[in-house]
């Protein structure tokens, strides 16, 4: 791809995580040309970057990858990564988008994946995709499993050494390489550009992510996972183990005071899931949830909840007030006990936050989809057709539309996949 | 036994077989030493390589399978991974692109049949052994080819409700002819019965009335209500159902209920069977509401209590003004509503039905529900009192916490119990004239007893499987432990079952709002478009095939087989005149190897699962000495 290209398809996919990986496969089992593109480095969304998944506890790689795989040697889709969405406008059937590729300097067509500049890099950043929890360098492949392997430099960190292009055998790494705007002209589209998480900093009563020990639901993914930065459960202060770990439940969720009156939906199965997954890795540990209600909804969640219970897994009804730094690198926890002990505190070792979901981007001046008071693209028919936006010819997938755990964001890609193929045929084409 | 000589001749045994260990970041690697495992493979008979990768799925590992076969340097494939049930396609899709034939390949499953079961050496022996077998099958497998149908353009819809009206449509705009069968004389199932629905406040009769608008006036779907599936055979692609329709019979159906959408069709006037030629079929069969037992709550001892369905039906009934509901000429001026009721129940504190069974899973639709309603009720009559037992508020969806925290606005009071310490219903004895008292433990006020009078009590009751007993037996369907229809996987194949051509829409396979029924709807009939679309499928060859030469004609096989019509006797020309053979139809062979175990002369054996293959795995479990242990 080059400057200026226009390039043509039946479908485009804005997003490439689990929900926009869905929604291509199934177009393009149908034989619809479908082009997928991402901002990240990779495709495979937040999935990819989970440790195990709740119900089944599968692990996330393993599901996550498979999907990943087969979008991207599908005959029928091609992904761009690294790509910002300019403008997207929608007119008679038609949709047309400028995306911006931004500078990975380092030649896509060119590198091999042989990370060869990685281990030459002289300079340790912190690792985004492990949490901050370990380092990686200036130049590198951003995970094990990602798709495309082609390594990216960061420019904010490089100092310009030289030796990764010195060492590339292939002659792929270019410091002058420049961003540049291509065209993408499809039937129809689907939105699926997914979550992110409100920030530990976002809330003074839980510490403004000054109390040392507290991490928040994503760092917990990563020292769970079983290629994660410690290979083990360990406290970041100090490497302790921790004996005593809490989850603090709607850490920015149903919360008013931080603008999030809505429930985020997955956080209290991930931080159950979480809990049994410590349980397992720290056998002798005391793990709690404080909780404002446990929304264990779906199919095979509430027996999960209830088998948490029963490996002794606590369970605290009761918004925690206040988190604060208490000795020796323990946290303080202080919450209204129900039982009419009255306001109480207690000490961890180790805090989890779960965070409040917020929407991953906003269409505003890039798109004229709606969106709702909660931020989250608008549906229009949300009972009988959940995934038809404002706009003609562009639906919506997976969490882009509201908080939504994985199981119902795939289904959901399914059924927009669905819509967008009747429109492609009812467009004649 | 079969005197391997007479079989069909194996090509020679590969001496090319490379074999990939996977570590599964951790999954495998935690328990099985990979590297052992590898080191021992290197030395099995016919091996050229032994790799391993942290993630043989993820792109570099698949990266390393290409290599290998591109440079000649393997010829077949072994993956030692997870269950073949997760990544077979991935691994035959990888070795398709490296332009192999993508049957050269085994797969040892050292996941779920080693790490996750055992641990430390034994692990590491079992999977050895394990990788053992599978090279030594690898060895003698050939290039197969799939087997190509004819797949019809046409699928079938079972369930006029809301998923199976959503499926009918979407199916029919993508250009497929639909049939949609529904046993009763209306469209719009359960939803039926409701009036305005959670959480938006939109009339239900009003999204019944477009899906089925889009149904009816839909010249590629055929609607027979009324209506039921008796037969089914065939195979994907190629299914045919037997369906019978009957004479309606009025008190069967609860018309009262109101919304429904009559359907003025052109169904016989006498009962008619006929049979419906469809490639795939679209299970969207429903649900249906818990009806508590007998002195549940003091459900049928006391007419004041009454289950959510009934209340939403009463109350959408109601033509009182003023500011107290009033329900069939009483005034309710105050009423508790109850959580959780037939759902979530819990071994050893809940009682199990007759048949020892309980509902273990949240019906996830009531609490959104029953907020929606206590709201109605406290926006028109804002002196009825409510008072909202509960255990969690699962007001989990967009648009759903706002009716929690408008009940909240709408004074209704909120009370909450634990599992083991379920609130009572009772007669009312203090005197006054309300009919009930309901009693609590209140977890929000440290536990203290609550005593509240009222006049109505309105028990939450969740959704139950339907029943389809006639549809599991006759199709084979798995059902879950929950009694809804299962899925193959919840992630990787959502909407698919264990029987290929045949997908679940809506509650037939859990609680689901409408939202959520339309969207499985929606997903289960993008997967059939995508099966049927192109006119044709593949399907695995791993089938029985006669050996004509060893055939005698005996017709045990026949008798033996499993599958109705997957082995015919033929009368075939040979040198000694007509005589009668056995012969396989590939499409309806489920490969399971009946007809092999009773053929006299060994004339049938299972491509891809040769005798031979089984002897060469077995070989290779005990032969101890080849393995450095």
């Excluded at chain 2, 197969?144 to 449509?169: E, F, S």
């Excluded at chain 2, 020892?356 to 959104?368: A, M, Q, V």
């Amino acid at each position: 791809m080059t400057d200026g290209q226009t390039i043509t398809c039946d479908a485009l996919v804005v997003g490439g995580g689990i929900a926009g990986l869905q929604s291509a496969l199934d177009l393009a089992d149908q034989d619809f040309s479908v082009v997928i593109i991402e901002k990240d480095l990779s495709i495979g969304g937040k999935m990819i970057r989970l440790s195990k998944v709740f119900p089944t506890l599968d692990c996330s790689s393993c599901i996550t990858t498979p999907k990943m795989a087969s979008a991207a040697h599908h005959k029928n889709i091609t992904i761009y990564t690294w790509c910002d969405l300019k403008e997207l406008t929608s007119n008679k059937g038609s949709v047309r988008a400028r995306v911006t590729q931004k500078p990975r300097y380092v030649d896509q067509d060119k590198c091999i994946g042989c990370r060869k500049c990685e281990y030459s890099c002289p300079v340790y950043v912190p690792d985004p995709e492990q949490g901050g929890f370990c380092a990686t360098k200036a130049i590198r492949i951003p995970f094990s499993n990602a798709i495309p392997q082609t390594a990216a430099l960061d420019p904010e960190s490089c100092m310009l050494c030289g030796k990764c292009e010195k060492i590339c055998p292939t002659g792929a790494v270019d410091y002058f390489q420049k961003p540049f705007d291509f065209t993408i002209e499809a039937t129809t589209t689907i939105l699926s550009t997914g979550f992110e998480m409100t920030t530990i900093e976002g809330k003074p009563q839980y510490g403004d992510g000054k109390v040392p020990n507290v991490v928040t639901a994503l760092q917990m993914e990563r020292l769970l996972a079983p290629h994660g930065p410690y290979n083990r459960v360990l406290r970041p202060s100090d490497g302790m183990e921790p004996d005593s770990i809490a989850f603090v439940q709607c850490a920015g969720s149903r919360d008013k005071s931080m603008g999030i009156p809505y429930c985020s939906r997955f956080c209290c199965m991930y931080a159950i899931k979480q809990a049994m997954l410590l349980s397992g890795a720290l056998p002798l540990a005391d793990i709690y949830i404080y909780y404002m209600d446990i929304r264990a909804f779906g199919k095979g969640y509430e027996q999960f909840y209830q088998t948490a219970k029963a490996m002794g897994i606590g369970f605290i009804k009761g918004k925690v007030g206040r988190i604060e730094e208490a000795e020796n690198g323990s946290v303080a926890v202080r919450f209204e006990a129900q039982d009419g002990t009255g306001v109480t505190t207690e000490n961890h070792d180790l805090v989890v936050l779960s965070l409040g979901v917020l929407p991953d981007w906003s269409p505003e001046g890039i798109c004229s989809v709606s969106t709702a008071e909660d931020h989250f693209i608008q549906t229009v028919q949300p009972s009988i057709g959940p995934t038809l936006t404002s706009r003609q010819g562009i639906f919506v997938a997976g969490a882009a539309s509201g908080p939504k755990d994985i199981v119902d964001s795939i289904s959901e890609a399914g059924a927009a996949a669905m819509e967008a193929s009747n429109y492609i045929i009812a467009q004649g084409k | 036994m079969t005197d391997p000589k007479k079989m069909k001749k194996n090509k020679e045994k590969s001496e090319k077989i490379g074999v990939y260990i996977c570590y599964c970041g951790g999954n495998i690697s935690d328990h099985v030493d990979v590297e052992k495992v590898r080191e021992a493979a290197e030395k099995f008979p016919g091996v050229a390589v032994a790799r391993t990768n942290s993630f043989m799925c993820s792109d570099p590992g698949q990266e390393l399978i290409i290599e290998d076969l591109k440079n000649g340097v393997v010829d077949r494939v072994v993956v030692a991974s997870c269950a073949p049930s997760l990544h077979e396609n991935t691994f035959r899709s990888a070795i398709t692109r490296a332009g192999a034939n993508p049957y050269i390949y085994d797969h040892a499953n050292i996941r779920e049949q080693v790490s996750w079961v055992l641990h430390g050496d034994k692990a590491t022996y079992k999977a050895e052994k394990l990788v053992a077998a599978a090279t030594g099958k690898a060895g003698l497998l050939e290039p197969l080819d799939p087997i190509r149908v004819n797949a019809r353009k046409h699928a079938t819809v079972i369930g006029g409700g809301i998923a199976g009206l959503k499926a009918a449509r979407v199916l029919a705009d993508r250009g497929l002819e639909v049939v949609l069968i529904e046993k009763t004389p209306f469209l719009g199932g359960n939803a039926a019965g409701l009036d305005t629905v959670a959480p938006l406040g939109e009339q239900c009769s009003a999204l019944i009335a477009e899906l089925a608008k889009g149904v009816l006036e839909h010249t590629a779907i055929t609607v027979l209500t009324r209506s039921e599936v008796v037969g089914f055979n065939g195979y994907v692609g190629n299914y045919n159902l037997q369906v019978k329709t009957t004479l309606s019979s009025s008190s069967a159906f609860d018309k009262a209920a109101g919304h429904v959408v009559p359907f003025e069709g052109d169904n016989a006037d006498t009962p008619t069977e006929q049979n419906v030629k469809t490639g795939a079929v679209v299970l969207a069969t429903g649900f249906r509401s818990y009806q508590p037992k007998t002195g549940e709550y003091g459900f049928d001892d006391h007419r004041e209590v009454l289950t959510l369905p009934e209340f939403i039906k009463q109350l959408s009934e109601v033509n009182c003004s003023g500011d107290i509901l009033e329900l069939n000429g009483r005034k309710i001026r105050a009423m508790a509503v109850i959580h959780c009721v037939g759902s979530r129940q819990i071994p050893g504190i809940h009682e199990e039905d007759e048949n020892g069974y309980l509902n273990e899973y949240c019906s996830r639709t009531c609490c959104s529900s029953i907020l929606h309603a206590a709201n109605t009720v406290k926006e028109q009559f804002p002196k009825t009192n409510i008072y909202d037992l509960y255990r969690d508020i699962r007001t989990y969806g967009r648009g759903q916490e706002e009716l929690y925290d408008r009940a909240a606005r709408n004074r209704v009071v909120f009370l909450r119990f634990e599992a083991g310490n379920s609130p009572t219903v009772s007669a009312n004895d203090d005197g006054s004239d309300y009919a009930l008292k309901v009693t609590i433990e209140d977890g929000l006020t440290f536990s203290e007893e609550i005593e509240v009078p009222v006049d109505l009590v309105v028990l939450a009751t969740g959704m139950e499987a339907g029943d389809v007993s006639d549809l599991v037996s006759m199709m084979k369907l798995p059902v879950g432990t929950d009694k809804f229809l299962q899925e193959v996987h919840p992630k990787l194949a959502p909407v698919e079952m264990s029987v290929s051509g045949i997908f679940l829409a809506g509650t037939a396979q859990a609680p689901m709002n409408i939202s959520e029924a339309c969207n499985g709807a929606a997903a289960a009939a993008v997967k059939t478009a995508s099966l049927l679309s192109k006119g044709y499928l593949e399907l695995d060859p791993y089938v029985a095939a006669v050996d004509q030469d060893l055939c005698r004609g005996t017709g045990a096989c026949v008798d033996a087989c499993l599958a109705d019509g997957a082995l015919e006797m033929i009368d075939a020309e040979t040198e000694n005149g007509t005589e009668k053979k056995a012969r396989v139809v590939p499409a309806l062979c489920l490969g399971c190897g009946a007809c092999v175990a009773v053929c006299p002369t060994g004339a049938i054996d299972l491509k891809g699962w040769s005798l031979k293959q089984y002897e060469a795995m077995v070989d290779m479990i005990v032969a101890d000495e080849l393995i450095d242990i």
